[in-house]
């Protein structure tokens, strides 16, 4: 019988919740054009809080560089604290995970692969704002969100279902598949929002009133372009947007057909646990697919879109979870 600290189980349920409110309130950032809302980095145009006026802003480069909007700028600076907490806590995280090293089952491979990642995370988080919101840079700030809460899922599971009975291991690979048919699927959603190529198709399931739209794959997925240039708004062409939005259209169906297997092998294995994640992948997966037709067909409302990053964040965790518990050695039945 493997016995997890109180203390570590709290702290880890703790950094997950906070994990997903800070991915959510990102979300709410960028769709709101509140990304460059601080033209500077670490603070607020020179300030730890956000200035009550242009006047109380001390370098003039800074207003010169864009115009202070209290709103957005308290939007940008509330996510950056919420980040900091997150860091600090995921550092105490680690910390208490090795200090109990010597007992066992006691997590250590994620909260320690977690330190080096939240730490480019804060790294990307400036080159967010001093790149100008440059798509590769925000949608890996994105992606390494994504993999933060996925790691800390799997820390939650480990913490609090050390001695959970195994699934057939034949889900193993199922799960990893869906995972990675997942992570393209975040992928190209923070590239189409990235990009603003959201509402490049504004019909379902046609586009711009045709299955097959006018698209410039070539220009849409140049990953890397040139340096000094503000990204805010997008800088890509119709035809590039459109095949953005298109690709995260089409790759979507790949997902739910991927998914949906791999949850009903889950729900029929039997496993009281494999049920309970199978059902919650499936209602999941159902309220992102109409989160994302809303999203088309009611031109991105606000609290929608970011509901879709939300439940991403959600499904990528329960796909973790089933991945743990199809990973699980047979000798942890206790």
């Known amino acids: ?82 980040a900091s907490v997150l860091g600090l806590l995921i550092l105490a995280l680690a910390a208490l995970a090795w200090r109990r090293r010597s007992v066992p089952g006691q997590p250590l491979f994620a ?14 988080g400036m080159w967010t704002v001093t790149l100008l919101l440059k798509p590769l840079v925000v949608t890996a700030h994105l992606l390494g969100g994504m993999a933060t809460f996925a790691l800390l899922s799997w820390n939650l599971c480990a913490a609090s279902a050390p001695n959970a009975k195994p699934l057939n291991e034949t889900l193993k690979p199922l799960s990893l598949l869906a995972l990675a048919v997942v992570a393209v699927q975040i ?30 794959f070539a220009e849409a997925f140049t990953l890397w372009r040139g340096l000094g240039v503000n990204y805010e708004f997008g800088v890509l062409d119709t035809p590039a947007r459109t095949a953005i939005h298109y690709t995260h259209r089409l790759w979507a169906v790949v997902v739910a057909i991927v998914v949906t297997v791999t949850a009903l092998r889950a729900w029929a294995s039997g496993h009281r646990s494999g049920r309970r994640v199978g059902s919650c992948i499936l209602a999941l997966l159902a309220l992102q697919i109409a989160l994302g037709v809303t999203n088309v067909l009611q031109g991105l409302p606000l609290p929608v879109a970011v509901m879709h990053n939300g439940v991403a964040a959600l499904l990528l965790g329960s796909l973790v979870t089933l991945l743990y518990f199809a990973t699980r050695a047979p000798r942890a039945q206790g």
């Not at 709410?28 to 460059?36: C, I, K, M």
């Not at 190209?188 to 739209?213: H, V």
Request: proline share 8%; glycine share 8%.
């Open 187 to 216: 992928f190209l959603g923070g590239w189409t929002s990235t990009n603003y190529a959201a509402l490049a198709c504004t019909d379902f399931p046609t586009c711009q009133g045709s299955f097959w739209p006018r698209m410039s």
């Open 1 to 82: 019988m493997i016995n997890v600290s109180k203390s570590y189980r709290a702290l880890s349920w703790l950094v997950v919740l906070l994990a997903f409110g800070v991915i959510t309130k990102g979300a709410y950032v960028r769709l709101s054009d509140a990304g460059l809302g601080c033209p500077d980095w670490p603070g607020c145009y020179g300030h730890l809080l956000v200035p009550q006026s242009p006047e109380a802003v001390t370098n003039p480069a800074h207003l010169a560089a864009r115009p202070l909007e209290q709103g957005k700028a308290w939007l940008e600076m509330i996510h950056r604290y919420l």
């Open 111 to 124: 909260p320690t692969l977690l330190v080096p990642l939240v730490c480019l995370q804060g790294a990307l």
